[in-house]
Structure formats: structure tokens, C-alpha cells
């Protein structure tokens, strides 16, 4: 029972460099996000898919693309690496995109930009 | 637009002891108001959830939280604190009128219990 499953874990980058963090769900969830955590500003919204082949902007998207590749999978690019972009981000599912369901979490992937 | 402020960053309490962790919220229309708990290094775990109905809402671990409507609050609480409750906790809103039920956070309250 995986639920929300996040890779890698934790990354270093180098200013400029580009990355795919990956986010894979097994509970045939409709709607996936992605999440950035930084601290003393909790969670902020980059990007959502509502159901699949569709996608768009949260509160942050500057300097982020996704992929919803299919029903299960949801990927998060950072196509040029900056520092400002150090942080933990957080790939969230959803079993319809109701405002009272329940979102679940994936374990998360720290991102260092340096 | 909406709004969650947890007005603590830090709620420290003795073992036994009563927890409270503070959320007031500000949104235009019904609110649904979510508890999350982090534990270090890891993913966002949810506590529980007021959609309608009882005010009072009953979670995970001996957690619970009351809705006030009037207050615009949903304070998270626990009767009785262990150590194990050392986390980040997080309340989050929707509101009824967003179709895609966009969550928006606090910033979080960090709980220390000592022994």
C-alpha cells in the first residue's frame, strides 16, 4: 500500500542544471499537485492536475513545468536550477478534486540548489 | 481570497498536559478546514477534517478540533500530550465554491513535549 511515492529524496543541483522529480499514485486518485515547503511560509500550491491530460498554475509556478503523464503519474521539471529554488517539495493526491476530500501526501524530495 | 494563520510558531507543553495549537482562517464562502501533522523528514500526515455537521471533529492519535464559526477558528486539541506529539503541525482550508479544492496552509506550529 504506497500511496503517493516521491523520487529521489533528496538532490543537489548546481545553478542552471535541469531535473524531473518523479510522483507515482496507487489509489486511482483523479487530481495530483505538487507542493513546495519552505520555512515559516508552509505549504505553497506550484501546479495541479485536475484529472488526467489537464494541468495548471498554483500560487509559484515561475521556473516550473509538469507533466501529468498519465492517471498515476505526475512529474514536477525545473528546467534551469536556481538557489531560490531550494526546498522541499511535496507531491499530493487526491481522489476527486472536491474541496472536502482528503489530500495525501508523498514522503517529499529535498532539493538543494547551489 | 483565502487565508489560514496559525499564530504560534512554537507551542512547548509537559507530558500530560493539555495541547492546543491555534488556527483561525479567512475565506469568502463555507469554509473545509484540515489538520496535518509532520514529523521529521517526512511527508504531511492528515489528523482530520471539518466539512459540516458536528462542530466538534474527532482525529488520528487522540486529536480533535472544534469549529467556530463565529470566531473563525478550528483549533486542534489533545487532552492528554506525549512526547511522540513533537512535530509540525499545519491547518490548511478550502472553500466549497473551488472546484478543484485548492488547499491553502498555515505556516505551521511546531510542538515540543518534554518529559
Known amino acids: 500500500n504506497a500511496g503517493v511515492t516521491q523520487t529521489p529524496k533528496f538532490q543537489v543541483l548546481k545553478t542552471g542544471q535541469s531535473m524531473t522529480l518523479q510522483c507515482a499514485q496507487d489509489?486511482?486518485?483523479?487530481?495530483m499537485y505538487w507542493y513546495r515547503q519552505d520555512p515559516g511560509m508552509g505549504l505553497r500550491l506550484i501546479y495541479y492536475s485536475a484529472s488526467e491530460g489537464t494541468t495548471d498554475k498554483g500560487e509559484v509556478p515561475n521556473g516550473y513545468n509538469v507533466s501529468r503523464l498519465n492517471k498515476r503519474e505526475f512529474s514536477l521539471r525545473l528546467e534551469s536550477a536556481a538557489p531560490s529554488q531550494t526546498s522541499v517539495y511535496f507531491c499530493?493526491?487526491?481522489?476527486?478534486?472536491?474541496?472536502?476530500?482528503?489530500?495525501?501526501f508523498g514522503e517529499g524530495s529535498w532539493l538543494t540548489v547551489v | 481570497a483565502q487565508s489560514v494563520a496559525q499564530p504560534e510558531d512554537q507551542v512547548n507543553v509537559a507530558e500530560g498536559n493539555p495541547l492546543t495549537v491555534k488556527c483561525t482562517y479567512s475565506?469568502?464562502?463555507?469554509?473545509?478546514l484540515f489538520w496535518y501533522v509532520q514529523y521529521p523528514n517526512r511527508g504531511l500526515q492528515f489528523l482530520l477534517k471539518y466539512i459540516t455537521g458536528d462542530n466538534l471533529v474527532k482525529g488520528s492519535y487522540g486529536f480533535e478540533a472544534e469549529f467556530n464559526k463565529s470566531q473563525t477558528s478550528f483549533h486542534l486539541k489533545k487532552p492528554s500530550a506525549l512526547v511522540s506529539d513533537s512535530a509540525l503541525y499545519f491547518c490548511?482550508?478550502?472553500?466549497?465554491?473551488?472546484?478543484?479544492?485548492?488547499?491553502?496552509f498555515g505556516a505551521g506550529t511546531q510542538v515540543v513535549v518534554t518529559p
Open positions: 490548511a482550508v478550502s472553500v466549497t465554491t473551488d472546484s478543484w479544492g485548492k488547499l491553502q
Open positions: 489509489m486511482n486518485h483523479n487530481s
Open positions: 475565506v469568502s464562502g463555507n469554509p473545509y
Open positions: 499530493a493526491s487526491r481522489g476527486q478534486g472536491i474541496p472536502g476530500n482528503t489530500i495525501y
